[in-house]
């Protein structure tokens, strides 16, 4: 990873900070992109503190203007883009009924939408270039629906079904793509007052193990790619 371009974009915190400090460990220029940048400038200022490379960028993801201007920056400052690690979603878990409309939307907006977005723009650099690898994040409920999930659910699917069509456009064109179905994972997502389910957050995967996995999967060698991997808690994490 010496050297290799990484863009993750949910930088600032959970899964994507951690991914952040384990690819800078191994060499990589990380770029932690985030709606909320001061989290970000945090993360990037504990692993350039270590002797890391990072850099932060602000996005939103829903916004074409935004994400092309992530995208264009990080390539003409640093370099074709190696790894797009997708780590950013947010979560309704509630009965069906109990959902605010509204709240579904914006929920919908940034994990359906802003994934097409992200990776659309991304992938158009990494086609030209004839190489890059994409990591996924569609969960366990992106795979195995739960009780309450129903929306949330519905968009992890969607990551799914989006993902391992991207699979098959693009067998030869050097772009490879990874899903990450992962059960429970100890993030601030399970503070959300949109997610009404008490868990045991200490019986859940940690986002550094979650971002070893990440690594494996980006660092294989050129050419094979691990397409699928499903990582879930020893102990049920549910109370």
Known sequence: MKDKIVLIVGGSGGIGSACGRVFAKAGAKVVLAARNQEKAERV?????????DAYVIGVDVTDLASVSKMAREVTEDLGAIDVLVNAFGTAIIQPLLDINPEQAKEMLDVN?????????TVVRYMATEKKGRVIMFPGSVGKYPMKNSSVYSASKFAITGFTKSLVEEHKRSGVKFTLMHLGGVDTPMWDSDT???RVQTDKMLTPEEVAKSVYYAANQPEGSVLNEITIQPESHQMV
């Open 44 to 52: 990037a200022k504990e692993i350039n503190d270590s002797g890391g």
């Open 112 to 120: 359906v939408y802003g994934t097409f977005l992200v990776t659309q």
């Open 195 to 197: 997610v009404d389910m």
